[in-house]
């Protein structure tokens, strides 16, 4: 489908609903100016549509519907990573280790795999990150936090008891 110039079709399929969803900042960015684009040719003024990434309107979404929690920032969760890490004084980067354990909290988070899975073995690297990863699950639960990755698990919560 050729987006440039914005189709009539594409354009009325926008108007038509409350919110368009995209898969990311950059394509909501783009629709967003295309639609404006085509827009200008024919008025002077319209509303803007609400195009959003997946993310930002369930961050939206959770954001709106909770009074208990509070999402950390990537910074405040690298950070948290970075501090967990540091009390066991090892040999290691902080800050580099710290990315890779948010790498790999995103997507234990994301395919929802359980800790367990990762004590199968008697690897001593994986068995210090379990560690780590459950240090900081035990944080985020002591201060109501969650991080990004969480959000769409929170979502998914909200709707199970109706909340939504």
């Excluded at 501090?83 to 790999?104: E, F, G």
């Excluded at 990755?149 to 929170?154: D, F, N, V």
């Amino acid at each position: 489908m050729d987006f440039n110039p914005m189709s009539c079709k594409t354009s009325a399929l926008i108007e038509d609903y409350d919110i368009t969803l995209t898969v990311n900042q950059r394509l909501s960015r783009y629709l967003l100016r295309q639609y404006d684009n085509s827009k200008s040719k024919q008025q002077q003024g319209w509303h803007s549509p609400s195009i959003l990434p997946l993310a930002s309107w369930l961050k939206k979404l959770w954001t709106e519907n909770t009074t208990k929690q509070r999402c950390l920032s990537a910074w405040q969760e690298l950070n948290l990573w970075r501090q967990i890490i540091q009390t066991d004084k090892l040999n290691l980067n902080p800050i580099k280790t710290a990315r890779h354990c948010c790498k790999a909290w995103n997507i234990i988070t994301t395919w929802r795999i359980p800790i367990q899975e990762l004590m199968v073995g008697d690897n001593t690297d994986i068995r210090t990150f379990a560690h780590w990863l459950n240090l900081f699950k035990e944080k985020l639960d002591n201060e109501q936090w969650v991080t990004e990755c969480m959000i769409p698990l929170e979502i998914n919560e909200l709707l199970k008891t109706k909340a939504i």
